[in-house]
Structure formats: structure tokens, C-alpha cells
């Protein structure tokens, strides 16, 4: 096993959070990420009211629309590489067909295959179809919702890969929910915390003057004056 500068708690920790507030503190840890490591198209994900999922990318590349045209990875290659040791993993899938989603990789087998392996779920810009029958717990963040999965099937699987904007390798921690998703550089994981407190505070200043009577811009200056001092 690779060493990591985090634990598997250190990461559970971190679904304490929706992928937004994420977001928030890596504006202050890593702010040259500011506009980078997230997804930017709306995504469909298959249950709203599961927490986020927290885990290390396995990634891979997926087609629907046409047959393989050449030898592909097999699915107990891949099942074998997204297992889940002492970390959690989640699916990083990218279908770079010219429409993606043509053919849905997840249904109710492959979300119960890999719920099984110890897998969160997936972040993926293609599509998942079989609704109603999806593992319970096991999360998609996808593309579409479609009916049939046509053709799909693996064309590489461990190397980079792009869902929507966001630009992720194997072993990246992604944090997911209905938002999207975003990359935690893996020095930055356990001084999220910190950091969402520092931002939850500000914040807290300035909304609490705003839903109090007879708010006005000049209490908003007032918070904001407030705000520059909390460290």
C-alpha cells in the first residue's frame, strides 16, 4: 500500500461537509486551485439525499455507442483495480464517445458489484440508468439517465482523466455530492477542517446581520469590517 499524509478517518471526517463548503476551504489552503479541480457542467446525481463520498480516484476511460475496436481492459481487471483496502475508493469514470452517456456503464449490477468491493460510487460525465434499482447508499454523480448501455465498455483504465472540467489521476482524493465534484490535493486533506471553521465564522458574521431586523449596507459594512478580523 502507497503511504498517504491522511487516514481512512481523515477522510470520513470530511463528509461532514457538502462539496460547496469544500470548495470554501480550499480557497484559503490552495488558492492558486481557486478556478481548477472541480466539475463545471450540472450533473445528475442518483440520490440527493445521500452524505458526500470521500475517497481515492480510480479512474478510467468508458465508450457506449459502438463496439470495441480493439483489445480492451477486462471488468475483473477493473473490478481488481477499484477494490477498496484500507481507503476508500470511488469511480472516476470519463466516456469520451462524441455524445456521452449513449450507453449506461451503471445500473443495478454494477452499482451492487461495486458497492460490494467496498466502492462509494462514481463521478462520471457519462450516464446510469436502472433507477429504482440501484445499491442502496452507493452514489452516482453523473451526466444523464438513460435507458439502455448499448455498446459500453472500458478502453483504458489508471491513467488521467477529465469528468466535466475536472481533471483528476488514480489515487486523486475526490469529494462528491449533488453539487459535483472536486480534487483535494492530498496535503491539503487534513487542514480542511481548520480551514472550514475559519470560513464558517466569517461567514456566520455577516449572515446573522443579514436575517436580523432593519438590516442595512451600512451594518453589511459593519460585518465586513467585523470579518477581517477573524483569524
Excluded at 2 to 30: H, K, M, Q
Excluded at 104 to 114: C, L, S
Excluded at 140 to 164: E, K, T, W
Excluded at 209 to 227: D, Y
Aim: aromatic share 6%; proline share 6%.
Amino acid at each position: 500500500m502507497s503511504d498517504y499524509p491522511f487516514s481512512a478517518a481523515d477522510l470520513d471526517a470530511l463528509r461532514a461537509w457538502d462539496t460547496p463548503t469544500i470548495c470554501n476551504g480550499l480557497e484559503l489552503i490552495v488558492p492558486e486551485r481557486r478556478a481548477i479541480g472541480f466539475t463545471v457542467e450540472q450533473m445528475v446525481a442518483a440520490d440527493r439525499t445521500l452524505a458526500p463520498i470521500v475517497g481515492l480516484a480510480r479512474t478510467g476511460l468508458i465508450r457506449s455507442k459502438e463496439p470495441p475496436r480493439g483489445p480492451i481492459p477486462s471488468r475483473q481487471e477493473w473490478y481488481d483495480y477499484v477494490e477498496a483496502g484500507d481507503l476508500p475508493t470511488i469511480a472516476l469514470l470519463q466516456d469520451i464517445d462524441d455524445k456521452p452517456g449513449y450507453g449506461a456503464f451503471w445500473g443495478e449490477v454494477q452499482t451492487t458489484v461495486h458497492k460490494g468491493l467496498g466502492v462509494l460510487g462514481c463521478v462520471t460525465n457519462g450516464s446510469y440508468r436502472d433507477c429504482d434499482m440501484l445499491a442502496p447508499g452507493f452514489q452516482i454523480i453523473g451526466g444523464r439517465v438513460v435507458p439502455s448501455h448499448a455498446h459500453v465498455h472500458m478502453v483504458a483504465m489508471g491513467g488521467d482523466v477529465n469528468v466535466f472540467g475536472m481533471l483528476a489521476g488514480h489515487d486523486g482524493v475526490i469529494h462528491a455530492d449533488y453539487h459535483g465534484a472536486v480534487v483535494i490535493p492530498a496535503e491539503a486533506v487534513r487542514r480542511l477542517p481548520d480551514a472550514i471553521d475559519l470560513v464558517t465564522r466569517r461567514e456566520k458574521i455577516i449572515l446573522d446581520m443579514a436575517r436580523a431586523p432593519g438590516f442595512t449596507s451600512a451594518h453589511m459594512r459593519e460585518a465586513l469590517s467585523r470579518v477581517q478580523d477573524i483569524h
